[in-house]
């Protein structure tokens, strides 16, 4: 069925059924003019990501229900980069009405498994048609007590990151020769290798795709964790890094989101290039692709690791990767040897 | 200059340095990962709306500016119609690279105007590239002590609405007809007819179209006030109608959006033909253009006025247009003649 058949009342009535959810703390919910929502005694952080065909996204690489967990993995990074917790979430949609209902139905099936991964609550959004190319959007409310922004950097601060980077790059470089989706959402619905039977449907679904990286010299264990990265990304809960003076998301690559912190805290940073976390899977694909390890690290973006400073004398639960100075923007190598970088890393309209 | 010679970075700058607004309560503003608002003890009241260019709306018709215009007085209608009262806007634009920075600086100050008018503060939203095409869209975040939705009319209530139905959709029938953009925005800008001088440049930039609109018959002075209606509406502020128990925002039609009131108060209405407010203006053109007056002040929409119940002893500042029944939906013509009514108005994907 085609959502011309369906219409957008019918659509409307569907989302309110699927996502209403009981809550003291919600006055109105889905479908009126707005929604209501009780007084919470924490400052409230509200930030909005799109996601849009043909620019954020390919759907000859990616599933429906990916699309609908990436979106609201990106956007809840936006309120964990702030020190806080996601809460309340508005959905647009803007999608043709020849779309099949079932990538519209599968794609909320992405999006309630997100919501569901980091508590969140759908409270609203808006529907519209579009011509060509489905435009997704969301709007994240979160609450907290300290809020952490990209402007409280010191000189002496260590710099930090919460696991590795460059593997959604590496992923996606994967697709583009794959040129295929790969089904990983069985896995993370039924929470994984739960059972052999699940394990055994996994093996079937994504036989073809297996068969296309043995070619290519990889195997499925390797890649696996690249697409993952890059097809259903999940943010990085900060709680246990309450000590951080600055923090970021990493969404467009190391050195453009460094040079965030950097510009908005009016200092300098180096990075020690030993010291970044780069997986052994990031390096054996792109040794087998011919692709550079560090350009996928430094510039790759979309990995959505937490970037984030602390004072020196902090003990803190992440991997060390550089320092805050007065001023320059540095990257060491093994040598002691020093180079600048500029903000490379992807920038709309470019 | 074209956008991918500005730049996604160079853009946001612009956006922080014209919006940038102190204010006690905005701890974080535009350009971190999320703006962080300093805690309000009243409900929060939350929307967002988007605006997709060939369905919302069609750039050979409307100017940017007033783009940007209607993109906030759309939302904060929203909030308006829960009774509540807008403070701080996200903002979120998805551009063709190739689209002239001038498209984007007079949209821009289309919603500066807009957000001045409605007291209101841009804090965030997000900026994207598209392949054809543009999305608009605003999220709006408003406070009341107390909120009316769509669920609270009883039997016995009065309908009420703000203001003359049917004009906005007036009005976009003449811009079909008069094929290219009407300049109103000096207009709003300068606060209307305040000096003479003013008046002779509006005269000068609308020459064209009065000439087209003279051969059809019709006078500036009567086509004005619908097109304004259509290309500039402005939200409906609803602090005089504290007693409401029910409301909503004519946005897809009177039918339509009083049916919703219906279906969420579980209650029928009907309504006195006659006694709906129609302004000359839309009598002289409809029946210029050879239209039916009474379809576009049914299911016109894109009005913006407030529909709303009250109870029938309360003294209310509105037109009064009908009662809330136990069931059914009925039109009531000066005869007494009854005729029943069904959502008619507009709905994406059909």
Request: positive net charge.
């Amino acid at each position: 069925m085609k959502l011309s058949q369906l219409g957008e009342l019918a659509l409307l009535e569907h989302l309110k059924k699927s996502f209403e959810k009981k809550s003291k703390k919600i006055l109105v919910g889905i479908g009126d003019d707005s929604a209501v929502l009780k007084p919470i005694q924490k400052n409230l952080l509200v930030t909005t990501d799109m996601m849009v065909e043909g620019i954020h996204f390919d759907q000859r690489f990616i599933t429906p229900y990916q699309l609908g967990f990436k979106l609201i993995s990106i956007n809840v990074s936006d309120i964990y980069a702030m020190g806080g917790n996601p809460l309340y979430v508005l959905l647009n949609i803007a999608a043709s009405k020849n779309v099949d209902t079932d990538v519209i139905e599968q794609f909320l099936d992405g999006v309630e498994d997100a919501l569901h991964r980091y508590n969140t609550i759908l409270i609203g959004g808006d529907l519209s048609a579009i011509h060509d190319g489905m435009v997704l959007g969301a709007t994240i409310l979160g609450y907290t007590d300290r809020h952490i922004s990209r402007s409280g950097a010191s000189v002496g601060d260590k710099l930090y990151v919460t696991g590795c980077l460059g593997d959604s790059a590496c992923g996606l470089e994967l697709l583009k020769r794959v040129k295929k989706p790969v089904p990983l959402e069985t896995i993370s619905k039924e929470q994984r290798a739960k059972s052999r039977e699940l394990r055994n449907k996994r093996r079937v679904s994504i036989s073809s795709v297996r068969r296309m990286l043995l070619q290519m010299g990889l195997s499925w264990d390797i890649v696996e964790p690249l697409l993952r990265r890059h097809l259903m990304p999940e943010a990085r809960n900060p709680k246990k890094i309450r000590v951080a003076t600055s923090m970021i998301d990493v969404s467009d690559g190391l050195l453009i989101d460094l040079s965030r912190i950097c510009d908005e805290s009016r200092v300098g940073a180096l990075i020690y290039r030993e010291k970044i976390p780069v997986s052994p899977e990031l390096k054996q694909v792109a040794s087998c692709l011919g692709l550079s390890p560090l350009k996928l690290v430094f510039s790759g973006g979309e990995d959505y690791e937490l970037l984030f400073t602390a004072p020196p004398q902090k003990r803190v639960r992440a991997i060390h990767i550089g320092e805050i100075v007065k001023r320059g923007r540095f990257i060491i190598d093994r040598s002691g040897g020093k180079k600048t970088f500029s903000p490379k890393g992807y920038q709309h309209f470019s």
